[in-house]
């Protein structure tokens, strides 16, 4: 028998690294995301295969029932060790998966290039949990860590709000449309941001004004979803960049990289990689692509 499950990936307009600290940000799961398959085998191992969205293999290992069930915890220093210590941790959570079980061959396949930064890991992380029958925002605090957006947007097929309160996730299903959706594109700056490593140049230079730039931050979602208007959606992404600017210590995206496009741009999740939002009027795309970046797409194409 064959079980198949499937996630979303994300992208997270506002509150990029607040979020950590209890800010609410607006977050929209995407068209693109991960499938699992899972069938049953007689091996004692796990034969995992896992795809990219060109059909090519990116990574294949198999791995014996003893290294889940060890006690010992992998340090995730390669895709194997990465793996190894979710399925460990998912194993703790509900070990009768494996107990009962012979051994498992295991697909994974990605619709977008696992470079684009839109949840390979969270993605996977919410798969595995829904093969385990476990909860996949513990399953996550337990080994990645992270605020746990992108879980949020791996379940959920509305655009959402995201807040942790007293520890927990915070989700609300949203009406976000946006009128004037035609004229806002992502790029993607083909580079992937360690989300890791972002988040602890966040916790170094985040200041001490922590409860006003969250309120800020809030403010600034509240006002993304209610906008009616694209003159005011461009105020409020540009307020959302100058604040993080000045939050991490870092150049806009757009002071960077494009100080001469005719429109605005705003870093998504960690700055430094990934995609950026970017509003424009006209299509930008023979504007980015003359930059060498060539990958521009719409809002309609990329958002469920």
């Not at 049953?40 to 060109?54: F, L, P, R, V």
């Not at 709000?161 to 035609?182: C, D, H, K």
């Not at 990289?257 to 005719?262: G, W």
Request: with cysteine; hydrophobic share 40%.
């Amino acid at each position: 028998m064959q079980q198949t499950f499937y996630s979303n990936g994300k992208l997270l307009i506002t509150g990029e690294y607040l979020i950590l600290d209890g800010a609410k940000g607006l977050a929209l799961p995407t068209k693109m995301g991960q499938n699992l398959s899972v069938e049953s085998t007689n091996t004692e191992t796990i034969h995992w295969k896992s795809y990219d969205a060109d059909g090519s293999i990116w990574f294949e290992e198999i791995l014996s029932f003893d290294e889940i069930t060890a006690t010992n915890t992998i340090a995730p220093e390669s895709v194997k060790g990465t793996l190894i210590r979710i399925l460990q941790v998912a194993n703790r959570m509900n070990p009768d998966l494996l107990t009962n079980s012979n051994g498992f061959a295991i697909t994974t396949q990605l619709s977008f290039p696992r470079n684009w930064g839109l949840g390979t890991s969270s993605t996977l992380i919410n798969n595995i949990a829904q093969w385990f029958q476990i909860d996949a925002f513990e399953l996550l605090n337990k080994s990645f860590g992270g605020s746990g957006y992108d879980i949020a947007c791996a379940q959920n097929n509305t655009p959402i709000t995201y807040s942790i309160i007293n520890g927990n996730p915070n989700v609300e299903q949203i009406a976000f449309e946006p009128e004037f959706a035609q004229y806002i594109y992502f790029v993607y700056l083909n580079q992937k941001r360690n989300s890791k490593s972002a988040i602890a140049d966040y916790h170094f230079n985040k200041t001490a004004q922590l409860s006003q730039n969250i309120e800020a931050i809030n403010a600034l979602t509240t006002d993304c979803i209610l906008t009616t208007d694209l003159e005011s959606f461009t105020r409020i992404i540009n307020q959302h960049e100058v604040l993080l600017s000045s939050i991490l210590n870092t150049e806009t995206v757009k002071a960077a990289l494009f100080p001469d496009f005719d429109g605005a741009i705003k870093s998504l999740g960690a700055w430094g990689g990934d995609f950026v939002l970017v509003v424009s009027k006209e299509n930008p795309s023979s504007y980015f692509i003359d930059k060498g970046y060539e990958t521009v797409i719409a809002y309609d194409d990329m958002i469920l």
